[in-house]
């Protein structure tokens, strides 16, 4: 079901089309302390959403940018043995803290209120995806290897 490329934990079906009245969906029994990334297509943005299970078993979200550095387009992340590591600043974040902060230089939180848990799967909504699609504009992370 995944593809595991230099801790880098992708879905197989990547570039998952999200479109209008849809979700993108995370089963949450893929989910382990290595993060996953989710690549999704909304209206022609790629981007990616991380998704881990913390040490103490909280299912934490966030899109791969970076606060701060998205701009640049290199303000997404990779996991580097525990961490994830913004690859234009070189800031490193614990699992622990994906999602937890808004603000600052770390992944840009998709917080529980963002999404709905049914049946075991995480669902994110297209409208909540098209409204953060603008954090992409510039993103060259997409689908790395």
Do not use: H
């Not at 690549?39 to 990616?48: F, H, I, L, Q, S």
């Not at 701060?68 to 590591?85: A, F, H, M, P, T």
């Not at 939180?109 to 603008?134: H, T, V």
């Amino acid at each position: 079901m995944w593809k595991c490329n230099r801790n880098r934990n992708y879905r197989r079906d990547f570039r998952i089309s999200v479109s209008s009245g849809g979700n993108l969906t995370i089963p949450v029994d893929e989910l382990t302390e290595n993060a996953v990334f989710y690549p999704a297509n909304v209206d022609g943005t790629e981007m990616e959403v991380i998704a881990v299970k913390t040490s103490d078993g909280t299912i934490r979200t966030a899109f791969n940018t970076c606060q701060i550095c998205y701009d640049s387009g290199n303000g997404y992340y990779k996991q580097e043995d525990d961490k994830l590591v913004c690859q234009n600043c070189g800031n490193s974040f614990t699992m622990d803290q994906v999602g937890e902060t808004a603000g600052g230089c770390n992944p840009w939180p998709i917080l529980e209120s963002d999404w709905i848990l049914a049946d075991g799967k995480i669902q994110i909504s297209y409208d909540f995806l098209k409204d953060s699609a603008d954090i992409f504009a510039n993103w060259k992370g997409a689908y790395q290897s």
